[in-house]
């Protein structure tokens, strides 16, 4: 089985035979996979009417267990944004009623951001067709080779972990 991966790098060795071309074969592939689940993820999103970013906060609150709940300096960790970014985004999931705002019991200065019953049913419809759409990227792997897949991106992102 070849892929269009296989003829860049045939490319490249008859311009450029001084170089190891080994990581343009892995790291090729994995940008190509990644256009191709960046559009998966979009149409699973547009299906269950979310927007990427919104599903992310979402499941940041969902992953978070009932009462599904975290503080807004937690959201920021979970999804990597600025403070000014997750205020926005928080404002505009209130405004679809999607979550909440909530004093913090625990600090009369602080909030928390909590999901509503439909934005635990829209983030629970997100995530399954997100779901069904990656388990198509992996049909075709015998489910021996998608663990050691797992285990082969895990080695190679653990270094950029925290």
């Known amino acids: 089985m070849r892929d269009e991966v ?3 790098v045939e ?3 008859r311009e450029r035979p001084d170089l190891d071309l ?3 074969e892995v790291f090729s592939r994995i940008s ?3 256009r191709h689940l960046d559009l998966a993820r979009r149409d699973a999103f547009t299906t269950a009417q979310v ?6 906060v979402l499941a940041a609150l969902r992953r978070a267990g009932a009462p599904y709940e975290l503080s807004p300096g937690r959201l920021l960790r979970e999804t990597l944004v600025t403070s000014g970014t997750m205020t926005n985004r928080v404002d505009r ?3 679809r009623g999607l979550v ?4 913090d019991p625990r600090d009369r200065r602080g909030v928390l951001v909590r999901l509503t019953p439909e934005g635990k049913d829209t983030v629970d419809s997100a995530f399954g067709r997100l779901l069904e759409a990656e ?28």
């Open 6 to 8: 296989d003829e860049l």
């Open 11 to 13: 490319a490249w060795e």
């Open 22 to 24: 080994a990581p343009v």
């Open 32 to 34: 190509r996979l990644g």
């Open 51 to 56: 927007e990427s970013w919104e599903f992310d």
């Open 93 to 95: 999931l209130v405004g």
């Open 100 to 103: 909440e705002r909530l004093p």
């Open 135 to 162: 388990r198509t990227f992996l049909a075709e792997l015998p489910e021996k080779d998608r663990v050691r897949l797992a285990a082969l991106l895990r080695t190679l992102l653990a270094p950029f972990a925290g």
